[in-house]
């Protein structure tokens, strides 16, 4: 029966709505949603329509090449797979299931800190390329450690994410209980039970936890509650360039700074020795009313898209529009609600068909828009109309 509804999936969208029928409420919205009015959210995915794309003929498209390379590391396509958090409040499999479904589609997987499984989990269920996502912690001694976990575990990669240092007005969640810990309302409640298989793989798959912070319980028998105070601990008002400084010559090895949405950040980060910038406004969860990543993407691609390789965070749906971000200066595109509609939709074959369907889609617009390789794609394919 969930293999029939995935196969009647077409594009993203679908999956988006077969989430939305299969989780409760509270867990799609959480997904879902944005901050205060959402129009950053919406403008995320608008903002592509803006442009065209300006198709060559009569070019020898039999053989399409998509391969990419990225935070050192060959991908069969430009696309990757965004950090996201909490995974297993989508499908029991969590972040495992996209992890593994990332690797079968030839591409990385980022995994965050707030995952539901640990550094050391997701390492042995997929041998793909993998990168953690962090933040800039009070402690240094924590970072320190969590940095160490991923060198032992043969990471690729590390993100550091800077658009945090509090959380977004999350409105949605606020309406529902969708907070932590959990406050969820009679009418959440009662949404929750109308779906009793979520609810079973909830209760009696492995317990839900913040796998990558578990130690931490051993500091204070409030479980859940602790951990709420040392994620709210952990987004760091006090944060400067020269933390991130300090991170990237912790790592040593290829490193991104996500949430870059301005050429002068770009700049700077480029100084202190960032491999790559994710432009990210964090899909539309924190400041509302700030551009779309891909409305930025050519400013910052002239200032340093020859120091540091450029990643279009926020608002992919369409192979078309990783094509939009290639041709304005991006080397590649990271998604994470078009990957978490498929979880929700299927656990790891809804991620599997996620994928599937953007690299497809990927593909097609490259054959038709008369482009053999991704380096092929300039600006001479795309014009702005409105």
């Keep these: 029966m969930a293999a029939r509804g995935l196969q009647r999936c077409f594009n993203i969208y679908d999956l988006r709505e077969l989430a939305r029928r299969r989780l409760p409420l509270p867990i799609f919205s959480y997904m879902d949603g944005g901050?205060?009015?959402?129009?950053?959210?919406?403008?995320?995915i608008g903002a592509f329509s803006d442009y065209e794309l300006i198709p060559r003929i009569l070019v020898d498209v039999e053989h399409i090449d998509m391969k990419t390379r990225v935070l050192g590391v060959d991908i069969d396509w430009p696309v990757f797979a965004a950090p996201t958090g909490m995974g297993r409040l989508f499908h029991h499999d969590g972040e495992l299931a996209v992890a593994r479904a990332a690797a079968d589609a030839g591409t990385l997987f980022s995994l965050s800190t707030l995952s539901t499984y640990s550094i050391e989990e997701v390492a042995a269920a997929s041998d793909g390329p993998k990168m953690f996502q962090i933040y800039v912690q009070r402690e240094r001694a924590p970072v320190r450690e969590l940095i160490s976990r991923c060198k032992a575990a043969g990471y690729d990669a590390l993100c550091l994410t800077v658009d945090l240092p509090v959380h977004g007005n999350r409105e949605r969640d606020l309406y529902t209980g969708?907070?932590?810990?959990?406050?969820?309302?009679?009418?959440?409640?009662l949404d929750v039970l109308?779906?009793?298989h979520w609810c079973w793989n909830y209760l009696f798959k492995p317990p839900f936890r913040l796998a990558n912070l578990d130690h931490l319980k051993a500091r204070d028998d409030d479980g859940l509650a602790s951990l709420a105070k040392y994620v709210s601990k952990m987004f760091d008002r006090s944060v400067t360039w020269k933390d991130a400084e300090w991170m990237i010559q912790e790592w040593g090895?290829?490193?991104v700074i996500k949430g870059i949405m301005s050429v002068d950040d770009a700049r700077r980060a480029a100084d202190i020795g960032a491999s790559a910038i994710m432009v990210s406004n964090h899909g539309g969860r924190q400041l509302d009313g700030v551009p779309a990543p891909f409305d930025q993407i050519a400013e910052i691609a002239d200032a340093v898209g020859d120091r540091v390789e450029i990643i279009c965070d926020g608002g992919v749906r369409r192979g078309k529009h990783v094509l939009k971000a290639l041709a304005m200066g991006a080397t590649a595109c990271s998604v994470g609600r078009a990957y978490l509609y498929g979880l929700g939709a299927g656990g790891e074959a809804?991620?599997?068909?996620?994928f599937f369907l953007l690299k497809a889609e990927v593909e097609r617009a490259m054959a038709l828009l008369g482009c053999r390789n991704v380096g092929e794609i300039t600006r001479q394919h795309i014009r702005r109309v409105r």
């Design 194 to 196: 109308r779906h009793p």
């Design 253 to 255: 090895g290829p490193f």
């Design 35 to 44: 901050s205060d009015d959402e129009e950053t959210l919406q403008r995320n």
């Design 350 to 354: 809804g991620v599997a068909r996620a």
């Design 178 to 189: 969708m907070t932590i810990p959990p406050q969820l309302t009679l009418m959440s409640m």
